[in-house]
């Protein structure tokens, strides 16, 4: 096999690395991805010979491909995620741990020789604008087509890209080998020590998309940490006034949790009437930097969405539905007969016959032995598209430096406790309200759907090192920023006494915002409760939303005792950390309880 002759870059280092990977893998020919469109209808075209991909009707979905993964490879696997640092100590309580030579030992023997028959691409690509000194650069080596032209449309990949790179330029070393697809040898291993990525026997989205959880966030806050900055699980996004003038905001949701729908809202018509247009510049995503003005900057590393479509429709999130309608990959969704893509309370009526996302015959209306409906799309089916074809895609969503934050959100599902909104007395607080959060478990992880887990700042699967010194990093993040944004948390799914949603969501949620930025100009009427301040019952502007004031009143209510609790799951929490954890957070705590339970004077 000649390894070289397509080389597109002479980077010794890159150069070897390629050569020991491909000793080890064994792949029949290595090519290089430069980018160009010519290659992208090439693999297209390929991938849709082996059956990888099937096309769609080009009419209705010009340049779309549907991919069904194999059935047990559909969401990330976090007990086969792990931290491989030098010592356990570092991966932290809440990571999975394996020392670096038992990772590169077991993952390797299952590459070994895994991709005989196969070719191995060599993916180049950058987090963030090529050649930025904000961005980081990696190579992906994998024998997947799919994820192949995924991480064409998530990052930017190619010619440009080894450009930047140059001679010995520095780069994020990531193996993917689809091996066999066994989940009993599917290992996503992550070395901060080497600055490298092992990933096996997984085809499926962040497991095997390199650049997005794996670089983005788990090798990215590594690197966060030591260089003094943060990168975090949030979507990015600017609200534009009537005067023109646009502030951007930050928030951190668990997966699945609203983040795309968040990051491209359409205001509702009253608030259109006040002259607000809403402005995406990501969904997943953000790296938080200080800026030379005293404020935090925030930038999008990613070049695509990688979304979830069951839910999906438009009424729910038009500018996704606008942006999925061409040049996107759709995951595990029900295909039609005739062509098309369909999903769960998506739009329009389902085809009158498909496969499901397992590719079994699928008809509207069927049903299982018990007599439960059968779903023709996975509950975490995926889009991949573009984020230049979101409607709402922000004119800085490409800015280098990306855009100064005024206001972080913290929010997770929870159907009781949290209010609607609550905004920190101050960064310290905010640090703290975030180490505590916690979510219902959604389908875009393995394990049980529901079931209350913390998850802190929505990066507990993600934070690539030990999360007590995360906390310790983000306090000192407060301490470096001169202006730092206001830290906030929201509740969009707290549920009433019969089991339904009090508040409406997606493009209401507007109103929230409306009012998180008017504390952040000192504006926005609020009341001290003991975890934060609230709205005053008139602060929000209602106009047009049908809601009671009892609902409202629901809503925004604190209830000490429901906390009490709270304060049990947030200390067993805490403790796990040992004397690793920040005091600072423990003081924030004995503050919050006693704030919740002031002490009784005689
Ligand atoms: O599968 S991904 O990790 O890319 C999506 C998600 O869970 O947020
Ligand atoms: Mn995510």
């Known amino acids: 096999m000649d390894t070289d002759s397509h080389a597109l870059s002479h980077h010794p280092k890159l150069k070897s690395w390629i050569d020991e990977c491909a ?61 491989c640092s030098r010592r356990k100590e570092d991966a932290g309580p809440t990571n999975n741990w394996m020392p670096p030579e038992e990772g590169y030992r077991r993952a390797g023997a299952t590459l070994a020789g895994s991709m005989k028959g196969r070719t191995m691409y060599v993916i180049p690509f950058s987090m963030g604008v090529v050649g930025s000194p904000f961005s980081k650069i990696g190579v992906q080596l994998t024998d997947s087509l799919y994820v192949v032209l995924n991480m064409r449309i998530m990052t930017r990949v190619g010619k440009p890209v080894l450009d930047a790179l140059g001679n010995d330029g520095e780069f994020t070393k990531c193996l993917h080998g689809k091996a066999d697809l066994d989940i009993s040898k599917r290992l996503i291993l992550h070395f901060p020590d080497d600055n490298a990525i092992w990933s096996v026997g997984s085809g499926y989205g962040g497991n095997a998309l390199l650049g997005k959880k794996c670089l983005a966030l788990r090798i990215a806050s590594n690197l966060a940490r030591k260089e003094g900055w943060l990168a975090e699980h949030m979507l990015i996004l600017g609200i534009e006034d009537k005067t023109g003038h646009t502030e951007y905001i930050t928030a951190a949701f668990p997966s699945a949790c609203g983040k795309t729908n968040l990051a491209m809202l359409v205001a509702p018509e009253a608030l259109k009437a006040k002259g607000y247009k809403v402005w995406t510049v990501g969904d997943d995503i953000a790296w938080l930097k200080p800026g030379p003005d005293g404020r935090l900057w925030a930038m999008n590393p990613e070049f695509g969405f990688f979304g979830v479509a069951p839910g999906t429709n438009s009424r729910t999130n038009p500018h996704a539905m606008d942006t999925v309608r061409k040049n996107t990959i759709f995951t595990n969704t029900l295909l039609g007969k005739d062509g098309s893509v369909w999903w769960e309370d998506g739009d329009g009526e389902p085809p009158a016959e498909g496969w499901d996302w397992m590719g079994r015959p699928w008809t509207p209306g069927q049903k299982d032995a018990e007599g439960k409906p059968i779903v023709g799309a996975h509950p975490n089916s995926r889009f991949t598209a573009p984020a230049s074809q979101c409607p709402s895609i922000s004119s800085h969503w490409q800015d280098p430096q990306g855009v100064p934050i005024s206001a972080v959100i913290f929010g997770g599902r929870r159907q009781h406790l949290a209010p609607l909104v609550y905004q920190s007395f101050d960064w310290a607080h905010g640090v703290f309200v975030g180490a505590s959060m916690a979510s219902e478990r959604t389908a875009a992880q393995v394990g049980k759907l529901g079931e209350v887990r913390r998850d802190p700042m929505a990066m507990l699967p993600f934070c690539g090192y030990n999360m007590a010194d995360y906390f310790g990093h983000w306090l000192e993040m407060g301490r470096a920023v001169p202006n730092p944004p206001k830290i906030f948390h929201v509740n969009w799914f707290r549920k009433d006494e019969n089991g339904k949603f009090l508040w409406p969501g997606y493009g209401e949620n507007l109103r929230v915002l409306e009012w998180i930025l008017g504390r952040c100009k000192g504006q926005g009427k609020a009341q001290k409760t003991p975890i934060g301040h609230v709205p005053a019952a008139d602060a929000l502007d209602l106009t047009g939303l049908k809601i009671s004031p009892k609902a409202m009143e629901k809503l925004l209510d604190v209830r000490p005792e429901d906390w009490d609790q709270e304060l049990d799951g947030v200390e067993g929490f805490f403790r796990r950390f040992d004397e690793r954890m920040p005091q600072e957070m423990w003081s924030q705590f004995q503050n919050l309880k006693s704030r919740l339970k002031p002490p009784v004077h005689a």
Do not use: M, Q
């Open 23 to 83: 000793k080890l893998c064994k792949p029949d020919r290595i090519v290089w991805i430069d980018g160009s469109e010519e290659e992208k209808n090439r693999l297209e075209a390929e991938a849709v010979k082996t059956g990888e991909f099937v096309k769609l009707d080009d009419k209705k979905f010009p340049g779309c491909f549907y991919h069904r993964s194999s059935s047990n490879d559909v969401a990330r696997t976090e007990h086969l995620t792990f931290i």
